[in-house]
Every structure is written in structure tokens, then in C-alpha cells.
């Protein structure tokens, strides 16, 4: 009897090594597998047969297209921009969203610049005046500098999202944060003379209008 149970004990302890070390690849067997291999949600993992990208199969699998939910934003980004894309959203409403971010830091300030000569100064130059590389060679690009004074910051953020006229949206390439930063950072270099004498000019108006209540 005692052999029979240091025989059985010895196949076991055999038994076990082998099944256990069968791969150096492998720590060993897989006994609980939804534990060690979890069901994928990742946007672009591949997923089981029990998960669907088809609504009309909703009822009887896991539904999932990989978008992120209706309303929801990841953590850190601003609010989504919802003007319009139309001739009143540019020429109006545009004007009434202000800039959400505070004022430039340095490390900002470069990193705008940065930004600015990698998707914007191909057309429109370093300093935003039509001398860009694509400016020069094909036309039709218009300068920043000369338009910006009279534009709101809404209003160079959206012609940054949605694009105007031969100039496409930039919403693919920047951030929000990054075209608010891009619209802080062309504030920075437009020629401070035209700032002024907008300024000048805002007062002046305002003082004639506030007369014309008076009176």
C-alpha cells in the first residue's frame, strides 16, 4: 500500500512538470482564461465573435462601433465648439465665443509658434503675410496679418475648424486647445501699430455713440 502511494505521488509530481513546463514561452497552463485574457475594448483591438460593429445586431451581441458616447469628452479637453458651419455662424456667432484659455506662457508661446509653422506657415508665411511657400508658388492665400485686426478670436478659431474657402479644416490636425493657442499666438506678432489704432478707434466710436444716447 505504501508503494502504491509513493508510486502515484511520483507519476503526479512527473505529471505536473511536464504539463507545467511543456514551453518556455508559457508560464504554465491556462485553467481560468477570461481571466488571463480579457475581452478587448480597445477602439482598435480586435474584438470576439460576441461583439458587433452592426446595430441591427444590437439585440443579441455586444454592441460597440469604437466611437466615443454621444456628449462625452475625454479628460483635459475643452468644450466641444458647436457653431455652426454656415454664413452665420462665421460672420456672427463666431464673434460671441471668447478665447477659454488664459494668457500665454513662454513655454505656451513657443509651442504656438511651433504649432503655427508647421500647419499655418506653409501658405501663409512666418509672419503670417501671403509669403508662404504655397502662397508663392500658387496663389491664392490670404494673409492673416491684414485680416486678424478685424476678426475676433472666434472668428479665426472657427475658419481653423471648419476652413474657408480654398484653406481646409485644421480640427483633424490641432486641438482645440492648440487652434485657441494658434489665434493667442497671431495676436502676438500682428503689427502693434494696426492694434493700436483699432483700439483708438473702438474708443472714439464708443464715445460718439455714448453722445448720441445722451442727447
Not at 70 to 98: C, F, H, I, Q, W
Amino acid at each position: 500500500m505504501k508503494k502504491i502511494a509513493i508510486i502515484s505521488a511520483l507519476i503526479l509530481t512527473i505529471a505536473v512538470v511536464l504539463i507545467s513546463c511543456d514551453s518556455k514561452r508559457q508560464p504554465g497552463k491556462i485553467y481560468m482564461p477570461d481571466m488571463t485574457y480579457s475581452r478587448a475594448y480597445e477602439t482598435y483591438a480586435l474584438r470576439d465573435t460576441n461583439f458587433t460593429m452592426d446595430p441591427a445586431e444590437a439585440d443579441y451581441k455586444i454592441f460597440y462601433n469604437g466611437k466615443t458616447v454621444s456628449g462625452t469628452m475625454r479628460r483635459g479637453e475643452l468644450a466641444p465648439y458647436t457653431v455652426p458651419n454656415d454664413s452665420n455662424g462665421l460672420l456672427n456667432l463666431s464673434s460671441l465665443v471668447k478665447n477659454p484659455l488664459p494668457p500665454l506662457t513662454t513655454a505656451d508661446s513657443t509651442e504656438a509658434a511651433r504649432q503655427f509653422n508647421i500647419n499655418c506657415a506653409i501658405c501663409h508665411g512666418a509672419k503670417a503675410e501671403n509669403n508662404g511657400p504655397v502662397s508663392l508658388k500658387l496663389g491664392g492665400v490670404k494673409s492673416i496679418i491684414a485680416a486678424s485686426p478685424t476678426f475676433s478670436d472666434g472668428r479665426i478659431f472657427h475658419v481653423m475648424t471648419y476652413g474657408q474657402n480654398n484653406m481646409g479644416s485644421y480640427a483633424s490636425q490641432l486641438s482645440r486647445e492648440q487652434r485657441w493657442r494658434i489665434v493667442q499666438y497671431i495676436r502676438t506678432i500682428e503689427p502693434k501699430t494696426t492694434s493700436v489704432a483699432s483700439a483708438t478707434t473702438a474708443v472714439a466710436t464708443q464715445k460718439v455713440d455714448s453722445a448720441t444716447v445722451k442727447k
